[in-house]
């Protein structure tokens, strides 16, 4: 049953969804990042028709449209020699512990942030398993508690896995992780699933300087289509080789045909530089329609996968309530994806929905607002509930409200 909008979806195009009772809504989830493209985009969409109409699979692992999706991929990814393909985030996250696994003969991973459904990861912090996984750790993105934990039972890591938080965490942060995975000698994984196709060509490795022994892509590899990668140093993998990793939809050539017409779409069409554009313009908008009305609420701050606080979890809830009835598609307390298909007047549309639904709550909850003002608190309590931050590494590298995304 879906949890997050009681909508029946019928079709998709761009950045746009028809439910079955013929409503049109503007999605800024960009199905659930799958799509940074816009679902539909034509040249990936004429891709995969082309390779179903000539089977869409093959019986051999190796297609001509694997090798050339592996042969565009990894010139974006510079410290990157070989890829793995998969079908799911979930199933690359899987892999990549597998390979490190394999490759070091070691089981401990540490981990910090969301990596996916499977029973190695999903930690009780996250609602998922009721106990922990004794062969993985969360740090909470804590940088001490890492280190405490490499220094204590380095001889059992095989690696440090993380998702980087781009909106709570810079650059420093990140690198200063990387430093420290480095110091202990582990092999380092960063989880770009989301990120990836999303934050910078080339993905958030290449723009903070990190080079992790491996990475996880998916959401956007073949824009809708189930396909991810396992991608890194050759060292790494040539040492995980007895690592069983094969499964049947390997001979699929569909996805990748979308893949190399989604890579090319990526490298010739600058769709992240027009999702960052869209998304300056709807944080910009929403900041300006919270100070206007003195709510106690702040959008930041990567523009192509931002969030929303409210320092009144009420108002927020009944906020994007009201978005969803004018037809907007935001959820609320989760990462706002902006797909490269936005054009001017959706954000327009957008920013009229969402001043019309504010009027509408203010209504009724204007005297239970309390002040104008959010605190470094609010922001500390939401990195604690999202991601599962301890509140010591919140409160030591949150820095207030910065825009990013120049």
């Known amino acids: 049953m879906e949890k997050r909008f ?32 816009g ?36 010139p974006l990814f510079p410290f990157a020699d070989r890829a793995r393909f998969f079908r799911t985030g979930s199933c690359a996250t899987t892999a990549a512990a597998r390979i490190c696994r394999v490759q070091t003969g070691r089981r401990l991973l540490l981990t910090s942030g ?8 999903l930690q009780s912090a996250f609602g998922g398993l009721p106990d922990r996984d004794p ?6 993105y804590d940088l001490q508690r ?18 980087p938080e781009v909106n709570f965490f810079p650059h420093a942060y990140h690198v200063e992780l990387a430093q420290v995975v480095r110091g ?11 990120t990836g196709f999303r934050y910078r060509l080339g993905g958030y490795a290449v723009a903070a300087g990190l080079q992790p022994d491996l990475i996880t892509l998916s959401k ?37 045909a979308a893949a190399t017409a989604s890579l090319r779409a990526f490298r010739t069409e600058d769709p992240i530089g027009r999702m960052h554009d869209a998304g300056r313009a709807l944080i910009s908008g929403l900041n300006d329609l919270f100070t206007r009305m003195s709510v106690p609420a702040i959008a930041f701050s990567w523009p192509s996968m931002f969030r929303v606080l409210f320092r009144d979890n009420g108002i927020g809830e ?23 298909a936005t054009s001017t007047e959706d954000i327009a549309l957008t920013l009229a929905a969402a001043e019309d639904s504010l009027i509408e709550v203010l209504r009724t909850a204007r005297p239970t607002l309390g002040g104008t003002d959010l605190t470094d608190a609010d922001a500390h309590m939401l990195a604690v509930r999202a991601f599962g931050a301890t509140s010591e590494t919140a409160a030591k590298w949150w820095p207030g409200y910065t825009p990013q995304g120049e």
Not at 60 to 69: C, F, V, Y
Not at 146 to 163: C, E, I, S, Y
Not at 184 to 194: I, P, S
Not at 318 to 328: E, H
């Open 135 to 140: 062969e993985t750790i969360d740090f909470g």
């Open 318 to 340: 009944s906020f994007y309530a009201g978005l969803l009835r004018r037809g907007v598609l935001m959820e609320y307390g989760g990462v706002h994806m902006i797909s490269a």
């Open 184 to 194: 202990h000698g582990c092999l380092l994984v960063l989880d770009e699933v989301m």
């Open 39 to 74: 679902v539909g985009h034509p040249a990936v969409l004429d891709a995969a028709i082309a390779a179903l109409r000539t089977g869409g699979i093959v019986p051999a692992t190796l297609s001509q449209a694997r090798i050339e999706t592996a042969e565009q991929l990894l």
């Open 6 to 37: 009681p909508v029946v979806a019928d079709r998709a195009e761009g950045c746009h969804v028809w439910d079955t009772d013929g409503n049109r809504y503007i999605d800024y989830t960009s199905c659930s990042g799958a799509a940074p493209l």
């Open 220 to 256: 956007g590899l073949a824009n809708g289509m189930a396909l991810s990668a396992v991608i890194g140093r050759a060292e790494v993998f040539e040492g995980a080789e007895p690592a069983y990793l094969g499964y049947t939809y390997q001979r699929e050539v569909t996805p990748f």
């Open 146 to 163: 890492l280190a405490d934990l490499l220094a204590d039972r380095w001889n059992d890591v095989a690696a440090v896995f993380v998702t």
């Open 114 to 121: 969301f990596h996916g459904w499977h029973d190695w990861h």
